[in-house]
């Protein structure tokens, strides 16, 4: 009897333990498999901005920049990479003829869009530069529109409102520097102040030295002061809408410069109006470089004085001027952060596709410049939400055809409770 019970025992716990291998072999079969990684979601809004680029005679150096522009829009590896549309900063097209331009002309431009996959279907933003304020049509990119609709350019200046997700949005004016430049805006005469900078002989022997346009057009002149008009109205609403939580314009010539002199008559008057409205980014081309500069909140109240201050007083070539650099100044950081209201960020990207400019490291100007590299061309990809804005330069090398990240800026939005978070884990990366 004894050994029939130990047999029953051993009969019993071979069962159990077949039914318990069997339910594990059932669980594992049945539980779900999360064997590809997570993927993580797109937030806000991603775009490229490029400069300078439709030099018919030789494409070569845009066909670099924009295959890479294409590939980064290819890899989905990274949600920033899902680019939404394209903003220019003018100098679209070097034509053949300066003045008159030929479709054919408009059609290798637009080529550098249309016959990539991944950038075909994006909506590009555009301003005039210096090279179309020559174009005796001075319409004819505002019409573009009707044969490549991705064009968009309604006006030869216009505002846009885009969201960037949770009911916030960024808003962009775009800004025709030619008729900036030419225009008899004073900040100083909007402020009651007794200086008219246009009135004396500075005006007319220095405000027009660097225009690359001609300004003694009646009609030029009636325009920009119409855009200023339009602009001061624009902000004046903006500021009224807390949901426009960024601000940005977009124009061809550069406040602060390294190869041309500071732009006086933008820097007197129309960059005093940007600060008064708390915009955020000045987004620009015209030196075929990439550049970042800034101009610190805590200097506005002087930003008059510092621009008679800074009037140049002597020939552009007096300065040293060279090719092949890449120079931070000050910080070796590659990686900058700030939170936003601290200063007024230009960015300018000029190196999309023409020949690059030399730079002059001394020129003196009233932006306090970080960086700045004319060794390749390039583009700049942005990325922003309503936690960061972030703009990235990146240069193609043409010899080992390698994408290179030259340099990157994060301005962190104080309304958000992750502002710390966000600046740890940037630093981090």
Known sequence: MYWGILYSIAIFSLGFLDNIKGALVHQQNHEPQNLTPLIEQKVGLDFFMVGDYGWVRNMTPAYLTFDKMNEIAGNKSDPRNDIDFFLTMGDNLYSMNSTNPSDEDFDIMMSLFYKRDNLKDKNIYAVRGNHE???????????????????????????????????????????????????????????????????????????????????????????GAEMFQWMKDTMN???????????????????????????AHLVSDYMPLMLDHKFDFYFNGHEHTLEYANYPYSQVTSV?????????????????????????????????????????????????????????????????????????????????????FTVKFLGVDEFTNDLIELYKVTVIHPGTNKQEQEKDQLLQE
Not at 239 to 260: C, E, M, N
Request: aromatic share 14%.
């Open 133 to 223: 304020c020559y174009f005796e049509d001075d319409m004819i990119e505002v019409n573009l529109t009707k044969k490549y609709p991705n064009w968009q350019m309604p006006n030869l200046y216009y505002s846009k409102l885009f969201d960037i997700g949770n009911g916030k949005k960024l808003g962009i004016i775009f800004v025709d520097s030619c008729l900036a430049l030419c225009s008899n805006y004073s900040f100083a005469d909007d402020h009651n102040s007794s200086r008219t900078p246009h009135d004396n002989e500075y005006a007319s022997e220095q405000h027009f030295q660097l225009v690359d346009r001609m300004c003694n057009d009646p009609r030029t002149l009636d325009l």
């Open 237 to 263: 609403q903006w500021d009224d809408d807390s949901s426009i939580i960024w601000k940005a314009t977009v124009q061809h010539h550069p406040l602060f410069g390294k190869w041309y002199q500071d732009y």
């Open 304 to 388: 008059k004085q510092n621009a008679e201050l800074h009037t140049p007083k002597g020939r552009l070539m007096d300065y040293a001027c060279l090719a092949g650099q890449e120079m931070l100044y000050g910080d070796e950081d590659r990686n900058q952060i700030f939170t936003q209201g601290e200063a007024l960020h230009q960015f300018t990207t000029g190196s999309t596709g023409f020949d690059l400019y030399l730079v002059c490291p001394a020129l003196p100007s009233m932006g306090r410049y970080k960086y700045t590299q004319n060794i390749y061309h390039g583009f700049s990809q942005v990325h922003v939400d309503e936690n960061e």
